[in-house]
């Protein structure tokens, strides 16, 4: 069977991406198993020979209904597929769905009928909010990167600000990549329309979403954007745990050397 990549060189670049991104995910131990998700709103390579190609699935309920979506395209990663697996073999550990005109269904249209992710609800929520307010945003990553997850588990850095406050000292990148930091969610059953509601409020306010006791969700322009997110923010945790392990509490830049960055570089916070 003819892939749906065949001929479209900017679809495949943006599948090849993907796999790109999953193997990084697997390589760094943050996607044990099939832990972790990957949807990429893939609309703007959409040709009309795929507008007309048919369903290779029966019509599958989204649970909520999302106005926004209509008509609109997805790469997603499969359910119970592995990210060191998608990262080979893309189109045979994930699928390219279709969201039809109810806004509140889709089907899969290529390559296999691989179903998507059981964190779909929780990404569509998030790129129908994105294109509401007009993002440029395409992507969404959910992964658990060891460090900043274990950071979670210490009660004194759940409350407002505190951690994205903490990570931020600790290099001057962090703060200048990711200048909204990181927006802390207490823990919700995985997969739950609750959890997805607070990601997208928190994604308005900040550049990573931490799902406490559990991973992150991050969003950008492109994969490997949202993939470097968490990468700069995991380091910083990263730092902060290697001081400790010096046995002292690392002094992290001061609050007079973070305003001068965030003036210096016109940073939003």
């Not at 209904?65 to 080979?88: E, I, N, Q, S, V």
């Amino acid at each position: 069977m003819k892939s749906i990549l065949e001929g479209r060189p900017a679809l495949k670049k943006e599948v090849d991406k993907i796999a790109e991104v999953a193997g990084y995910l697997w390589q760094k131990g943050w996607a044990e198993r099939n832990g972790g998700n990957i949807t990429v709103n893939i609309t703007d390579l959409v040709d009309d020979e795929i507008k007309n190609m048919p369903a290779i699935s029966e019509v599958k309920q989204i649970g909520v209904t999302l106005p926004h979506l209509k008509g609109t395209y997805f790469f997603c990663k499969g359910t119970g597929m592995r990210m060191r697996d998608l990262a080979r073999w893309p189109m045979d550990n994930g699928s390219i769905i279709r969201i039809l005109d109810d806004c509140a269904s889709y089907v899969i249209i290529a390559d296999n009928p691989v179903n998507p992710t059981s964190e779909l609800p929780s990404h569509l929520m998030v790129h129908n909010h994105l294109i509401e307010k007009g993002s440029t945003f395409k992507a969404s990553l959910h992964t658990h990167p060891i460090e900043l997850i274990a950071m979670t588990h210490i009660r004194k850095f759940m409350g407002k600000d505190v951690l994205t406050k903490l990570l931020w000292s600790m290099i001057p990148e962090t703060k200048a990549f990711c200048p909204k930091g990181l927006g802390i969610i207490p823990y919700e059953l995985p997969s739950s329309v609750k959890l997805a509601e607070e990601t997208v409020r928190q994604l308005d306010d900040y550049d990573v979403a931490m799902w406490e006791k559990h991973g992150v969700f991050a969003i950008d322009n492109d994969i490997m954007a949202a993939f470097d997110q968490v990468d700069v923010l995991n380091k910083s945790a990263l730092i902060y745990i290697a001081a400790k392990n010096m046995g002292a509490d690392p002094e992290g830049m001061s609050d007079a050397q973070m305003v001068e960055m965030t003036k210096a570089f016109n940073l939003p916070k």
